[in-house]
């Protein structure tokens, strides 16, 4: 067999799709919060760097890598509830808010990484924590399936659950109700007393914890450093997810899975004699074409939308 | 001066104050001598004349990714692509000039439609994503920046590498393919006409072609650009590959007039900064250059600051954010607005 191919059908390869695809899982299961609650998230990106730069800086500072995660976390809510206070409050454009925010993120991690740990690029000086490996008792001992997720980053479990938790939520909370009314019709859900600025403050909220939890993965988990720009796209990656899983949790699942994949095989074929300028091209391009090929129908007097 | 002009020319004002107070906020927390920090940061690009020009010349470059996200938000669109578009102009321009052997102001003139072609391309994809599938041109756009950044970093290091060069950069363009620079002392070149002339375009299609109306209606409301008959899907189609056509000649008129070898690695960031440009000129192209010249200002008052204090340039994104942040948003200052529009209608009303 080709040694692409004996590798892609190894579980070792497996196992590394689920591990890159937990930051855009979490992410793009804050998009489905988001964009149900009618609001468009593009400050996905901005989220994650910052939640990644902050979860960090506070492991270093603590010497937990749990305080760091919160921090992300918290970091993550509270660029949610920024730009739900421009969109909702003062009625900036949700598009260019996250523009805004995204802008900042970029260069303002790099600001702060600079006044803390005197580097532009890396912060490898900073004594931060990781979250954690586990492994699963039982599992791990199943041939196959025990190497695929038998041991795993706890983010990575972490995610899996999330996709559960958000769906009951989304789908068997009353709250969860509510949120689909807003986004379905914001109208129609005022006059029977549901605030809407309420339950999209929220919404945001949660989807700031979401992508935040996806950063620290990034920064504490897939590797145990903070770069510049180490978001690469994923924030983006995850709005497509999102489209691709048609606004559902499960739907959000199978299309990260699909974008983690591609993820890891370029990875994989980096250490291939590929120009890696061409491997790395690999993610955006399939995600490209997937939202060619997924949003399918042709139009002619077809429906907008902006988003 | 309308009421309306002067309460947008007001709002921008205090946006612009707001995120200059935080900026200095930010400076003070992170410096130890914030006052003269800030200092380099406002005097910067007025301390000498290589800084003023290179302040002047940063103007050119994002006039024309200013003109490019104007064109395509007149629409109503949100194509993010100027950033890619940009980039992979420049580097057509660069194979272009490294490649072909012309007379001198043949070269020129092919390197840009090189240029801007392949920024047209750019512009091309996500349009026609968009009005035949109805994909997202926000997501369409941003994943092509990645793919173009990588797609022209492939291309300079395998095919125009220079391999005598210690660094990766391009092979040298030739001297007949350079836009001509007027001084020794600063950069500037004769892309600014160029620049000029695009403005001017861009300005005459959308506000003195039917097309370019039918741009703007669509923008303003598409149902009722469709309900009145406009082709919308061909205008959105069109009007992007306007703005990427734009940002893609931009690419290309930095490169020829600015460097002569390629060697970035990594995208400058105009396309974003357009993005500023346009919503500071409110989509319209006369005013882009003078919102250009003001985002070329805080680039090199940045660079000034990080150069002479402790503090790093990228202090600036947090100006630019709040300026994006409190321009576009409709109810920062309504109040004002509000009793303004009262007051008017008390004095009509009691003039009567």
Known sequence: ?307 | MSRNTWFELLRTGVAIAAALTIGFVVTSLVSESPVEAFGYFLKGPFTSIRRFGSFLEAAVPLTFTGLAVSLVFSAGQFNMGAEGQFFIGAVAATAAGVFLDLPPVIHTIVCLAAGMIAGAIGGFIPGVLKARWNASELVASLMLNYVFLKLGMYLITYHLRDPSAGALVSLPLKESSWLPQFTRTTKLHAGIFVMFLVVFLCYYFLYRTSRGYEARMTGQNLSFARYSGIPVLKVILLIQVLGGAVAGLGGAVEMLGIYRRFQWQASPGYGFDGVIIAILARNNPLLVPLAAVFLAYLRVGADVMAMYADVSAEMVSIIQAVIILLVTAEAFLAGYRHRLTLKEVKQRASAS
Do not use: C
């Open chain 1, 1 to 307: 067999m080709h040694p692409l191919l004996k590798a892609v059908f190894s579980a070792s390869f497996a196992a590394s799709i689920l591990r890159v695809t937990t930051p855009i899982l979490f992410a793009s299961l804050g998009a489905v919060v988001a964009d149900l609650s009618g609001v468009v998230n593009i400050a996905l990106e901005g989220m994650m760097l910052i939640s990644a730069l902050m979860g960090v800086i506070a492991s270093a500072f603590t010497g937990s890598a749990w305080v760091g995660f919160l921090a992300g976390v918290a970091s993550g809510i509270l660029v949610g509830l920024v730009l739900g206070y421009f969109h909702l409050k003062l009625r900036t454009n949700v598009i260019l808010a996250g523009i805004a925010l995204n802008l900042l993120a970029a260069q303002g991690t790099v600001f702060v990484l600079y006044a803390v740990a005197h580097d532009k690029g890396v912060s490898s000086s900073l004594p931060s924590k990781v979250m954690p490996e586990v492994q699963l008792p039982i599992i791990k001992d199943i041939p196959v399936l025990g190497a695929i997720i038998g041991k795993q980053n706890i983010l990575t479990y972490l995610s899996l659950i999330a996709v559960v938790v958000v769906y009951l939520f989304l789908y068997k909370t009353s709250f969860g109700l509510r949120l689909r009314a807003v986004g379905e019709n914001p109208d129609a859900a005022d006059s029977v007393g549901i605030s809407v600025h309420k339950v999209r403050f929220i919404a945001l909220a949660i989807s700031g914890a979401l992508a935040g939890m996806g950063g620290v993965h990034l920064s504490m988990g897939y590797v145990s450093w903070f770069s510049r720009n180490m978001t690469s796209g994923r924030g983006y990656i995850a709005l497509a997810a999102k489209a691709l899983g048609r606004n559902h949790p499960i739907g959000a699942f199978l299309a990260s899975l699909l974008f983690g994949v591609t993820d890891a095989l370029s990875n994989y074929m980096q250490s291939l004699r590929v120009p890696g300028e061409f491997v790395q091209m690999i993610p955006y391009v399939v995600t490209l074409v997937v939202l060619a090929v997924y949003s399918g129908r042709q139009l002619k007097w077809g429906r907008f939308s902006n988003e």
